[in-house]
């Protein structure tokens, strides 16, 4: 499947602050989905991205999608309590999703 | 969306032994998919499940350890053959719903002794 790397691997903040998240690949990519899994929970849908340079918004959450379609960007503004868990990029690849490594999200009130 | 239904939620196993998996999904589904999710890490996919053919494995994974049914475009199976110490996971079935949205079982949490 393809290989997409995520960083950084924890992210620890205060309440307010601003967060984000990266997801780069090698290949091109026909699209690309992000997902948060609360603590004991599973994976929630939250956004797919399609087209290049896509820009999506959900109230805090601002999603990014490269112009060359290789990397993508999650960026959480004013974090509060409920917004931690572990943020996932996934991507498709002959029908199949494959996840990247993930970005823990922990924050401090 | 599509709901699923998946059980048991957690088990204790001995070594050694096979625990199937059930997931049941409100909805007919082409494609279901298998995941492992160990102890702090990312989801790996284990199989494609789909009805009426053989499962497909991902690299690192074998129908022999993971067989899995697939009788109806509502339900699955996975059994964890032959368990030892290193399978202890949660697994996660998942399908695919509309505009490609994943949705997933609300896991099974293995702990193999």
């Known amino acids: 499947g393809q290989q997409v790397m995520q960083i950084p691997q924890y992210q620890h903040v205060q309440e307010g602050e601003d967060f984000t998240t990266y997801c780069n690949s090698s290949t091109t990519l026909s699209n690309i989905q992000w997902y948060k899994q609360r603590p004991g929970g599973h994976p929630v849908f939250l956004i797919q991205l399609v087209k290049s340079g896509e820009v999506k918004k959900q109230k805090r959450l601002t999603f990014q999608f490269g112009e060359a379609k290789k990397n993508s960007s999650l960026h959480i503004t004013a974090t509060q309590t409920t917004d931690v868990g572990t943020y996932f990029c996934?991507?498709?690849?002959?029908?199949?999703?494959?996840f990247g490594s993930g970005t823990k999200l922990n924050v401090k009130p | 969306s599509a709901v699923i239904s998946q059980k048991p939620s957690r088990d204790i196993c001995q070594r050694g032994t096979s625990l199937t998996i059930q997931c049941q999904v409100d909805?007919?589904?082409?494609?279901m998919f298998w995941y492992r999710q160990q102890p702090g890490q990312s989801l790996t996919l284990i199989a494609t499940?789909?009805?009426?053919?053989?499962?497909?494995?991902e690299s690192g994974f074998v129908i022999d350890k993971f067989p899995i049914s697939r009788p109806n475009l509502t339900f699955s199976t996975l059994t964890v053959s032959n368990m030892s110490p290193e399978d202890s996971s949660i697994y996660l079935c998942?399908?695919?719903?509309?505009?490609?949205?994943?949705?997933f079982g609300s896991g099974t949490q293995l702990s193999v002794l």
């Open positions: 499940a789909n009805q009426g053919s053989e499962a497909t494995y």
């Open positions: 998942s399908v695919v719903g509309h505009n490609e949205k994943l949705f």
């Open positions: 909805s007919q589904v082409t494609m």
């Open positions: 996934v991507t498709a690849d002959f029908n199949k999703f494959y």
